[in-house]
């Protein structure tokens, strides 16, 4: 290490990240996958359950559907539910105006007698 200094090749730096190399012993490999692991626990608890949570919230909303039930879609449209298929649900928003929606853009299911207050 002095020699290449020495002969100029690597230069100050050179010198510095050599005795950097030099004075790392290796260490346990736990201790340097340590922050990744914690990085990863932290993206579960704060991201990834959270949003399989909700998604298997409304995967349960969806398939508890039934004839009756005041629903939005994901459009914001108010209605009640007239007949279910396996993909698709008819809406009626008003009287004699129905409307065909997926079942999964359905967002949320309303406490009865709501389409009556609004």
């Given at each position: 290490?002095?020699?290449?200094?020495?002969?100029?090749?690597?230069?100050?730096?050179?010198?510095?990240v050599d005795?950097?190399?030099?004075?790392?012993?290796?260490?346990n490999?736990?201790?340097?996958?340590?922050?990744?692991?914690?990085?990863?626990?932290?993206?579960?608890?704060?991201?990834?359950?959270?949003?399989?949570?909700?998604?298997?919230?409304?995967?349960?909303?969806?398939?508890?559907?039934?004839?009756?039930?005041e629903?939005?879609?994901?459009?914001?449209?108010?209605?009640?539910?007239?007949?279910?298929?396996?993909?698709?649900?008819?809406?009626?928003?008003?009287?004699?105006?129905?409307?065909?929606?997926?079942?999964?853009?359905?967002?949320?299911?309303m406490?009865?007698?709501?389409?009556?207050?609004?």
């Open positions: 290490m002095p020699f290449r200094w020495v002969l100029g090749t690597g230069g100050l730096t050179g010198l510095l005795t950097a190399w030099a004075q790392q012993d290796g260490g490999a736990l201790f340097s996958f340590l922050p990744l692991i914690v990085i990863f626990v932290l993206f579960y608890f704060l991201l990834i359950r959270p949003q399989t949570k909700k998604q298997k919230e409304h995967r349960v909303m969806v398939e508890g559907l039934g004839t009756g039930d629903v939005v879609t994901g459009g914001g449209v108010l209605g009640k539910v007239t007949e279910l298929g396996p993909d698709f649900v008819t809406v009626e928003i008003a009287d004699n105006v129905s409307i065909k929606v997926r079942r999964h853009t359905i967002t949320a299911v406490p009865k007698g709501t389409m009556k207050s609004v």
